[in-house]
């Protein structure tokens, strides 16, 4: 899930204001022209087919919207969702007052900018060097062999990193002959959001040059060839041409980044807090869910569910002012 | 990128060739370059292959490699024949693969006929149904109020189409493949029209068979997301591990550590051939991989037409 909303943005934008302004116009003028009754009758068809996709969205993903009220309840199982009682702010309160929740907001967000740092630049840098590479069977071999881990599971991923790093793992099996001190990597707090870092840049880095690659596909040639011909050498090359050719590409994949602060990864923090503990790996969703559903106060859970989903937001839309200011189209253009 | 490909593969047939203006790399770069390289095949393949051997690797090999095993020495599939034999493990991977099977099926059906029927421009509110489905990319009520919903209002607790309902719909795969669509012929489809066939016979026979990359590689994501699954057993059927899917399986007994129930091997092997526990533990880990690799050679192919073609242009 959260894989892909990393790269959800990417279709909005192209798929939005890509067919946006022109079918704006040219709606304008038809439907002067045409009736409703007319184009009802010749689109039922259509509206028809979406229904299944609306009647699932609308029960599975706006009811819960509707469901936040649960933030202001006193959620009893038993009396369930109708019936129990209306406490107000009650559960913001709790919820503001409570240290763990302030920890793990902060968890949060150091999480997000460790992984903005050192995770965003190894796609765009593997993109750089992969496109590099001449032989297109050697590029494809190793395409096919990055973008594969996109595609396990976080269990998995989690079980392989524990036999390659963990206690009875590779590490430290060659640390102990090598007469070494063992080092649990994967129960080690103060290292621990470097650890998620490695494994999203392991499951997600080779996946995400995809875009890159597009990007730096859509360069003209010829401009290479120019700064070439001008003494420009690889380096300058890459600097002057390549990097500002997928700038656009950046810009709104950062500003999705950075909407997405505070989605870190809910799964992968789950699978290893018993091993971590929670004082390293609690953030703003295993807080929700394990004071939620685990810990039986759905309020408490839902407002803090609510108080991310909120924040979320409000980040989007000024990670979005940033793009625009720099002049780049972010994820929407001004006009919504 | 597949322009890329293509400008790139086009000139040669046995060795690539540099365009001329650029200068030949130093030998250290192209070292450089090649290791770089080398190394991040490798930290991919190695995990991957190590887990494997382990799954495959009797109890002395194991005791040898003291753990994870990286040289073979002899292979054996006890631990498979130990694991397939009808436990827990039977059991989880059968309800995986029935779950994956159904929800695939379910989302590909309601996301092509949702995608095509706001393919249409100009058609009567395509626009509203839109932004309709774009909103949930951008805020969710999160995990409580959807488990409330889901458990309280819908009834859906224990019932295994709460693993399958709540995810079946994903706005971002619906929008990829609408833009995919976009694309096709508009002359063919107004033929077709003209020729009376209905919107789900232009669908059947015109678009489907023209956007075969998204469709497949849409498919390849439901699947994976069905098949990765592990939150939503841990969320509405943790009571029940008979109900357990091959993730939370591989959650609770090799990531956390319990003890596998019908772990018989000392009856079932007589103490002779035992399976190393960590075999059987790389095993279920091989189990959850297999189907991934057999399919994903089928659909990487097509990647980057399917994504790229859709997202980019779209």
Redesign the interface.
């Known amino acids: 899930?959260s894989a892909?909303?990393v790269?959800?943005?990417?279709?909005?934008t192209?798929?939005?204001p890509?067919?946006k302004p022109p079918?704006a116009k040219?709606?304008r003028t038809?439907t002067k022209k045409l009736p409703?009754r007319v184009?009802?009758r010749?689109?039922w068809?259509?509206?028809?087919?979406?229904v299944?996709?609306?009647l699932?969205?609308i029960?599975?993903?706006?009811?819960?919207?509707?469901?936040?009220v649960?933030a202001f309840e006193y959620?009893d199982?038993i009396l369930?969702?109708w019936q129990s009682t209306w406490i107000g702010v009650q559960n913001f309160q709790n919820l503001f007052a409570d240290p763990n929740f302030w920890h793990a907001f902060e968890n949060t967000i150091v999480l997000s900018i460790v992984q903005l740092v050192l995770y965003f630049p190894v796609p765009v840098a593997?993109a750089i060097?992969?496109?590099?590479?001449?032989?297109?069977k050697i590029r494809?071999f190793?395409q096919?062999?990055?973008?594969?881990?996109h595609?396990?599971?976080?269990?998995?991923v989690?079980?392989?990193?524990?036999?390659?790093l963990g206690g009875?793992?590779?590490l430290n099996?060659v640390l102990l002959?090598h007469g070494w001190n063992p080092w649990n990597v994967m129960t080690d707090p103060g290292t621990f959001k470097y650890l998620v870092t490695s494994q999203a840049v392991?499951k997600e880095a080779?996946w995400g040059i995809?875009?890159f690659?597009?990007a730096?596909?859509?360069i003209d040639?010829a401009l290479?060839?120019a700064a070439?011909?001008d003494g420009a050498?690889?380096w300058r090359r890459t600097w002057h041409i390549t990097l500002p050719g997928m700038r656009s590409v950046i810009v709104l994949l950062l500003v999705l980044r950075l909407?997405n602060a505070l989605n870190v990864g809910?799964?992968q923090f789950?699978?290893q807090r018993?091993a971590v503990g929670s004082g390293a790996s609690e953030v703003l969703?295993t807080y929700?869910?394990y004071y939620?559903?685990a810990a039986n106060n759905?309020g408490l859970?839902?407002a803090?569910?609510?108080f991310?989903?909120v924040v979320?937001?409000l980040l989007?839309y000024g990670a979005n002012k940033v793009a625009h200011f720099f002049g780049e189209d972010g994820l929407y253009r001004g006009t919504k | 990128?597949s322009?890329?490909?293509s400008?790139?593969?086009k000139p040669r047939k046995t060795v690539?060739?540099?365009?001329v203006?650029?200068?030949k790399?130093t030998a250290a770069?192209q070292a450089a370059?090649s290791v770089?390289?080398g190394v991040?095949?490798l930290?991919?393949?190695?995990?991957?292959y190590?887990?494997v051997l382990?799954s495959l690797s009797p109890q002395s090999s194991v005791n040898i490699?003291?753990?994870?095993v990286?040289v073979p020495h002899g292979l054996t599939l006890n631990a498979y024949r130990e694991m397939l034999d009808g436990g827990v493990i039977t059991r989880a991977m059968v309800i995986s693969l029935l779950i994956t099977l159904v929800g695939t099926i379910v989302s590909m059906?309601?996301?092509v006929?949702?995608a095509?029927?706001?393919s249409?421009?100009?058609?009567?509110?395509?626009?509203w149904?839109l932004m309709?489905?774009?909103a949930?990319?951008?805020?969710?009520?999160?995990?409580?109020?959807?488990?409330?919903?889901?458990a309280?209002?819908?009834h859906g607790y224990d019932q295994y189409w709460a693993l399958v309902?709540?995810?079946?719909?994903?706005?971002?795969n619906?929008?990829?493949i609408?833009?995919f669509y976009?694309n096709t012929a508009s002359e063919l489809i107004e033929a077709a029209k003209l020729d009376g066939a209905?919107?789900?016979r232009i669908?059947w026979s015109i678009v489907l068979p023209t956007s075969k990359a998204v469709n497949a590689v849409m498919a390849?994501?439901y699947a994976?997301?069905y098949?990765?699954?592990?939150?939503n057993v841990?969320?509405y059927m943790p009571a029940d591990s008979s109900k357990w899917t091959l993730?939370y399986v591989?959650?609770t007994y090799?990531?956390?550590g319990a003890t596998m129930p019908g772990q018989n091997a000392a009856t079932a092997f007589a103490g002779k051939d035992q399976p190393a526990p960590l075999s059987l533990q790389?095993c279920v880990?091989v189990l959850?991989?297999i189907p991934?690799l057999i399919i994903?050679?089928f659909v990487?192919k097509h990647?980057?037409k399917g994504?790229?073609t859709?997202?980019?242009?779209?």
């Open positions: 899930m892909i909303s790269r959800s943005g990417t279709a909005t192209e798929a939005e890509g067919d079918s040219r709606k038809r409703f184009r009802l010749r689109d068809p259509l509206l028809l087919m979406a299944p996709a609306l699932l969205v029960a599975f993903n706006y009811l819960p919207m509707f469901g936040t649960t959620y199982y369930g969702f593997l060097l992969l496109n590099s590479v001449l032989s297109s494809s190793i096919a062999i990055v973008y594969l881990p595609f396990f599971s976080w269990v998995l989690i079980v392989l990193f524990q036999q390659m009875a793992g590779l099996h002959t392991w080779g995809i875009v690659l597009a730096i596909a859509s040639t290479y060839e070439a011909a050498n690889r909407g809910f799964e789950l699978i018993n969703d929700s869910y939620g559903v759905f859970g839902a803090a569910g609510l991310k989903g979320s937001l989007l | 990128m322009t890329a490909l400008f790139k593969a690539p060739k540099r365009p203006w650029e200068e790399p770069g370059k770089t390289l991040v095949v930290l991919v393949i190695i995990p991957v190590a887990v382990t490699a003291g753990g994870i990286l059906v309601v996301s006929l949702c095509y029927g706001l249409r421009p100009r058609s009567l509110g395509h626009r149904i309709t489905l774009i949930t990319m951008f805020f969710s009520g999160g995990i409580i109020p959807s488990f409330i919903v889901v309280d209002i819908f309902l709540p995810g079946a719909v994903s706005a971002f619906i929008l990829i609408r833009a976009m209905s919107e789900l669908l390849l994501f994976v997301g098949w990765s699954a592990f939150f841990m969320l993730q591989l959650y090799v990531s956390q790389m880990v959850t991989l991934i994903y050679p990487q990647f980057t994504m790229l859709g997202a980019i242009k779209g």
